[in-house]
């Protein structure tokens, strides 16, 4: 069983801490997204991981073990650099078996498991080409598949998509998410891509600055995030944040527009309070063109600015409370900048926050 467990660890460049004390349980089998912007943490946890870095508190187990003093090689673990890292002179079947020939494996167990990899990863027609032969997706799938022929207790994966089109990135989703049901085994992810953390993961971990702002399902992060910050990272187009005041059990804009109080949050903020009203894009939408239907959710009057065809939906910018918003038109309108429409918000989804600490003022 390869289990996963994190317990207070730190990780320190002299005065400078990149990593505060994290506490994290990684069950066998379950892939683990670590997400965040550039420099919170996400790399460095992940390569303390795999004993690329050195910790400076805490322990690190894998499969019940601790691991704080192994080297890389002794943690039976495979990392996936998102630069590929293939040795460019040799073979598709020499590159996935290298590391098994440098431990010493018989040829047959190398020969067995090379095309055990390839088979799962389609690459039985590539194994005499080398690198500079294959697509950037082909690269990958090599990259990937001289990570499982080593059997190993846990795939690490390091930004593994970011070199890849947008196309590329989608099919390289599919193929990873699949690789994952054939090959049982603990999966850590690390990407700044929320899009990528939504799709693949079992459970997403939410980093800033060192630390773990939320962990849960995709639903529940994406459902209930615990503060600002995670309602704007998470999503996209991110949720639209407007400042307000609690006055007269509405909430009351910055520009004086009055919106009635989500009846689910009713209580939790009390009068006069500074709040944030989150709304995410697709829950704020031109009447007859969005998925609110009448009478589900308070309505306002909006000025279009920008509107981005999007095919059969069109993201809609505005400005309400004196801030600009993105709201999401559904069908095959022409909205024109300039237009003025009615927008419905969709209340029993709307997310209120503390406005001085960012934290979610969720009921129950």
Do not use: W
Not at 6 to 30: C, F, M, P, Q
Not at 117 to 138: N, W
Not at 337 to 352: K, Q, S, V
Request: include cysteine; charged fraction near 20%.
């Amino acid at each position: 069983m390869a289990a996963i467990t994190l317990s207070g660890v730190v990780k320190s460049y002299g005065r400078v801490t990149a990593v505060h004390g994290i506490d994290l349980e990684i069950a066998h089998n379950e892939f683990v997204v670590l997400v965040g912007p550039s420099g919170c943490g996400k790399s460095t946890t992940l390569r303390m991981i795999a004993g690329l870095e050195e910790i400076s508190g805490g322990e690190i187990r894998i499969g019940g073990r601790l691991v704080n003093d192994l080297p890389p090689r002794k943690r039976n673990i495979s990392m996936v650099f998102q630069n590929y890292a293939l040795y460019p002179h040799m073979t598709v079947r020499e590159n996935l078996g290298f590391g098994l020939k440098i431990a010493g494996q018989p040829p047959a167990v190398v020969a067995e498991r090379v095309a055990e990899a390839a088979a799962i990863l389609g690459l039985a027609e590539l194994l005499d080409r080398v690198p500079g032969e294959l697509s950037g997706g082909q690269r990958q799938r090599v990259a990937m598949g001289r990570a499982i022929v080593r059997h190993p207790d846990a795939f690490l994966f390091d930004e593994p998509l970011s070199n890849l089109d947008a196309k590329l990135r989608g099919q390289m989703r599919a193929e990873i998410k699949k690789l994952h049901q054939k090959v049982e085994t603990t999966v850590v992810y690390v990407t700044h891509d929320q899009v990528e953390a939504m799709t693949l993961a079992d459970r997403i971990v939410v980093m800033r600055d060192g630390r773990i702002e939320q962990t849960g399902t995709p639903i529940e992060v994406f459902s209930h995030p615990v503060n600002t910050f995670v309602a704007g990272f998470i999503g996209s187009p991110p949720m639209n944040m407007l400042p307000a005041r609690v006055s007269g059990g509405a909430l009351r804009l910055a520009d004086g527009t009055g919106i009635a109080l989500p009846e689910r949050l009713a209580g939790r903020a009390p009068e006069g309070a500074e709040v944030i009203l989150g709304i995410r894009p697709d829950d704020l939408s031109p009447v007859g063109h969005g998925l609110i239907e009448a009478g589900q959710g308070a309505e306002v009057e909006m000025t279009v600015e920008i509107a981005e065809p999007l095919g059969m939906e069109s993201l809609i910018l505005s400005r309400l409370g004196g801030q600009e918003v993105q709201a999401k038109l559904y069908g095959p309108r022409f909205v024109a900048p300039g237009e003025r429409l009615t927008f419905r918000i969709a209340l029993d989804r709307a997310h209120l926050f503390d406005a001085a600490t960012g934290r979610a003022l969720e009921a129950g």
